[in-house]
């Protein structure tokens, strides 16, 4: 059995007791990291082994992750933050496995997503969204926002505080996203968690005058909002 096991995003105590149930069942803890998974597992007294699993982890690591499975191991994937397979390598792991095992058992504990958690306080429409991820560094990013403008549902994506500024000011120079309506969450369920809410311009006067830490999510607004 393999459970995918949502954690906090933040704030430790965003967990669920079936997503704690699991962990602490579990023969083994695959995890992107496998330090901060510790901290998680030590405030809740989870005395269970941990590997690592995560983006750069060779063909060799799924494949003996495979071989657990084969032997019958309950293992329990988790990401840094948030649910595994959303914007990190948890989907190629479970298609992998199910190329090995067809009829291994998969298990969802839902719980945080950060892109759900900024969307439900936008006070934009939420029953028609579109998620982005991250936008690229470099290759492609000009093409993201240009094609940000041809989408009329609210949108949400994820950015660093390294290119935030750049972010805004890419959404300010499309001439179809520049005037509607955002919503930027900083920090979300952690102390300095910090939502600026305005045009694009407003938004970018407001983030100025703060210290631009953590990871940031951005909420666009529909066309015509």
């Given at each position: 059995?393999?459970?995918?096991?949502?954690?906090p995003?933040?704030?430790?105590?965003?967990?669920?007791?079936?997503?704690?149930?699991?962990?602490?069942?579990?023969?083994?803890?695959?995890?992107?990291?496998?330090?901060?998974?510790?901290?998680?597992?030590e405030?809740?007294?989870?005395?269970?082994?941990?590997?690592?699993?995560?983006?750069?982890?060779?063909?060799?690591?799924?494949?003996?992750?495979?071989?657990?499975?084969?032997?019958?191991?309950t293992?329990?994937?988790?990401?840094?933050?948030?649910?595994?397979?959303?914007?990190?390598?948890?989907?190629?792991?479970?298609?992998?496995?199910?190329e090995?095992l067809?009829?291994?058992?998969?298990?969802?504990?839902?719980?945080?997503?950060?892109?759900?958690?900024?969307?439900?306080?936008?006070?934009?429409?939420?029953?028609?969204?579109?998620?982005?991820?991250?936008?690229?560094?470099?290759?492609?990013?000009?093409?993201?926002?240009?094609?940000i403008?041809?989408?009329?549902?609210?949108?949400?994506?994820?950015?660093?505080?390294?290119?935030?500024?750049?972010?805004?000011?890419?959404?300010?120079k499309?001439?179809?996203?520049?005037?509607?309506?955002?919503?930027?969450?900083?920090?979300?369920?952690?102390q300095?968690?910090?939502?600026?809410?305005?045009?694009?311009?407003?938004?970018?006067?407001?983030?100025?005058?703060?210290?631009?830490?953590?990871e940031?999510?951005?909420?666009?607004?529909?066309?015509?909002?």
């Amino acid at each position: 059995m393999l459970y995918i096991v949502a954690t906090p995003i933040g704030n430790l105590e965003d967990i669920t007791l079936r997503a704690i149930s699991a962990l602490s069942n579990a023969d083994l803890i695959l995890a992107e990291d496998t330090r901060i998974t510790r901290t998680l597992l030590e405030r809740y007294n989870i005395k269970k082994g941990v590997i690592s699993y995560h983006q750069h982890s060779a063909l060799q690591k799924i494949n003996r992750i495979i071989s657990l499975l084969k032997e019958g191991k309950t293992l329990a994937l988790v990401s840094d933050a948030g649910t595994p397979g959303i914007n990190d390598p948890g989907n190629f792991l479970i298609m992998k496995a199910l190329e090995a095992l067809p009829d291994l058992k998969i298990v969802p504990i839902p719980g945080p997503n950060a892109a759900v958690a900024a969307l439900s306080i936008s006070g934009f429409p939420s029953d028609q969204f579109v998620y982005l991820g991250f936008p690229p560094h470099k290759k492609g990013r000009q093409t993201f926002f240009k094609n940000i403008g041809g989408i009329e549902k609210t949108i949400v994506f994820y950015e660093s505080k390294y290119r935030i500024f750049k972010t805004l000011e890419e959404l300010k120079k499309n001439s179809t996203v520049g005037e509607r309506k955002i919503m930027v969450a900083r920090e979300l369920t952690k102390q300095f968690e910090t939502i600026y809410r305005g045009t694009v311009d407003e938004v970018s006067a407001k983030l100025s005058q703060d210290n631009v830490l953590g990871e940031f999510v951005v909420v666009i607004a529909p066309t015509n909002y």
